[in-house]
Nanobody, 125 residues
Framework: QLQLVESGGGLVQPGGSLRLSCAASGFTLDYYSIAWFRQAPGKDREGVSC????????NYADSVKGRFTISRDNAKNTVYLQMNSLKPEDTAVYYC??????????????????WGKGTPVTVSS
C-alpha cells in the first residue's frame, strides 16, 4: 500500500526547533514533488512548503519564510521540514503530501495524490 508517514512532531517552547520527517513506503519519492500542509483548530488547511522531485524548486508560505527549510534525501525516500524560531501560531497538525508531477512545486490540496496522517506540533511555554 502507498503510504506517507510523518514523524518528529511534539511539544516545544517558543523559539525552539523541530525537524519533521516524511517517509514513503510502498513507492519511491524520486519522481514526486512533496508539500507540507498544516491545519490548526478552527482554521483551514494551509500550504507550508513544497519541494520538486530534484530539489531544485522550493516554495514557502510567507508566514514561515526564513524560519522553515524543506529538503529531501531521495536515497532515504524521505523529505524533511526543519522548523526554527517556532511561534505559538505554528501550532497545528502537519501533513506531508506527494504529487506525481515531480517537476512542479504545488501548494494546493487538489494537486496532491497521496497524504500522510499528520504529526502534531505544539508550540507553547
Amino acid at each position: 500500500q502507498l503510504q506517507l508517514v510523518e514523524s518528529g512532531g511534539g511539544l516545544v517552547q517558543p523559539g525552539g526547533s523541530l525537524r519533521l520527517s516524511c517517509a514513503a513506503s510502498g513507492f519511491t519519492l524520486d519522481y514526486y514533488s512533496i508539500a507540507w500542509f498544516r491545519q490548526a483548530p478552527g482554521k483551514d488547511r494551509e500550504g507550508v512548503s513544497c519541494i520538486s522531485s530534484s530539489g531544485g524548486r522550493t516554495n514557502y508560505a510567507d508566514s514561515v519564510k526564513g524560519r522553515f527549510t524543506i529538503s529531501r534525501d531521495n536515497a532515504k525516500n524521505t523529505v524533511y521540514l526543519q522548523m526554527n524560531s517556532l511561534k505559538p501560531e505554528d501550532t497545528a497538525v502537519y501533513y506531508c503530501a506527494a504529487d506525481s508531477y515531480g517537476s512542479r512545486c504545488p501548494m494546493s490540496e487538489y494537486a496532491m495524490d497521496y497524504w500522510g496522517k499528520g504529526t502534531p506540533v505544539t508550540v507553547s511555554s
